[in-house]
């Protein structure tokens, strides 16, 4: 490496701070084009803030990621560094015994090893060579990096490390036995450390290092590594999958969870997913107005429905807001009503009682406005919606992400940590009104 400033904390992180042509535009007043040209052969040169700095103080560190993130590329230059004392790894200590541990022993080599992201792959100077007999990588600094398979927690009794790279812990098959096991073995040297990385999913394993503390956690979505993957792939693979439970699990890194007692789960929402059968003959916007106009108060839930000539309720938009004023509730929903020309406003009123119609009215003194008055729990009043959706009768011809996210969490006691369930509400006013009451006299309108 040059002994260029850049090398220097500061420097690394404005740096990695900057986008890409702002990058190359410092390096070129900065450093010579001889310079530029070792720079941009390390790691240095083509890391993401993300993958360099964070973690690096840690003992324990959690990387998360999409498909095609750079975890596994961070793991290699994680390993790599530690193994030949580079910075900002490691800055005085060289790690010389250290486990590679895998969902089987061919991830090892085929993805950790010899990947295109692989530790041989990523090695620009004194590459590591490979034992396959032995099922071990070896530096020419002394460092040995032994690999292991979930397949085998036992194999994990008796070796001795001071590093560790896990890679995919979500999918090992005998997560929480290997990964226990392989903590017992982590007592060499000054400080032992290890490097977990992984495409999120809800296992016990991938929850429990998410609530412990000696974990530094770094979440990496796809989309922040486009710049290092096919041409289009980012498009193509978002138009199809953006927004699903899918795509937020294997592109954005995000660990999804269904709750067990909740009246709605994510594989039935997905079946959802879907354009409206026929002409919309009813549209309404239902309010779940909060119980005070306090910044701090619950956000005012807004939802558009409509029914169409089939019978199939259909959910047009979520407008929930959080209003500091009641006139800003009322405003947005009486702009709702008149964008979707929509029949009706139907307002719950057990908080704000006839000051929901009035306020409503200040905006639009002809608006119609249904009152609802709630007489029974949000949970029993959800049931009958909830059982609409799993006889295939509600559809979203878009993806309502907060919406859902908050209907896969409602369960008999609300949402989890004491939340109002305030889109939930609106959503249930929405549809009770359309397709659990008397709908009136339709009319049928014309979508072109």
């Not at 309010?287 to 558009?304: F, H, L, Q, T, W």
């Amino acid at each position: 490496m040059p002994t260029s400033p850049i090398y220097s904390t500061s420097s690394i992180e404005r740096l990695l701070s900057l986008p890409g042509i702002s990058q190359r535009e410092w390096l070129e007043r900065a450093f010579s084009q001889e310079e530029i040209a070792i720079i941009s052969r390390e790691w240095v040169g083509t890391a993401r803030g993300k993958q360099y700095r964070p973690g690096a103080e840690k003992t324990n560190w959690l990387v998360m990621g999409g498909r095609g993130s750079g975890k596994t590329r961070l793991g290699a230059e994680w390993v790599n560094g530690l193994a030949r004392g580079f910075s900002p790894f490691t800055r005085k200590l060289r790690y010389l015994r250290i486990a590679l541990v895998a969902e089987t022993l061919g991830d090892v080599r085929e993805v950790m090893v010899d990947g295109p992201s692989g530790i041989a792959a990523i090695s620009r100077n004194g590459r590591p060579r490979y034992e396959p007999t032995r099922r071990r990588l070896l530096w020419d600094s002394g460092a040995v990096a032994q690999a292991f398979s979930s397949e085998d927690p036992e194999s994990l009794r008796g070796p001795q490390f001071d590093a560790a790279w896990c890679d995919e812990v979500a999918k090992w098959k005998n997560a929480v036995e290997c990964f226990d096991m392989l903590q017992f073995g982590l007592r060499l040297g000054e400080q032992p450390r290890q490097i977990v990385t992984t495409t999120p999913k809800p296992v016990p394993l991938v929850k429990r290092l998410l609530s412990d503390p000696s974990f530094y956690f770094t979440r990496m979505p796809t989309r922040e590594n486009e710049a290092n993957l096919a041409a289009g792939f980012i498009a193509a693979i978002e138009a199809q999958y953006a927004g699903s439970r899918l795509g937020r699990q294997e592109l954005d890194g995000e660990l999804i969870e269904d709750r067990q007692d909740a009246l709605w789960t994510r594989q039935g929402l997905e079946a959802a997913w879907g354009a409206p059968l026929g002409p919309l003959r009813r549209i309404v916007v239902a309010i779940d107005p909060p119980a005070s106009s306090r910044k701090s108060s619950d956000a005012c839930g807004i939802i558009v429905a409509a029914i169409d000539s089939e019978g199939t309720g259909v959910v047009l938009e979520d407008a929930t807001m959080q209003a500091a004023r009641p006139q800003d509730w009322a405003a947005r929903s009486v702009a709702l009503f008149h964008e979707h020309q929509a029949d009706t406003i139907v307002a719950e009123i057990n908080q704000g009682g006839e000051m929901v119609t009035a306020v409503l009215r200040t905006v639009d003194p002809n608006v119609p406005v249904k009152e609802v008055r709630a007489s029974r729990g949000k949970w029993v009043r959800a049931e009958p919606v909830a059982a609409l959706y799993a006889q295939k009768r509600v559809v979203h011809p878009s993806r309502f992400r907060e919406l859902e996210d908050e209907m896969c969490d409602f369960g008999p006691d609300g949402l989890s940590g004491g939340r109002s369930p305030d889109r939930v509400d609106a959503l249930v006013w929405a549809l009770s009104e359309l397709m659990l009451g008397s709908a009136g006299a339709p009319r049928v309108r014309n979508l072109s």
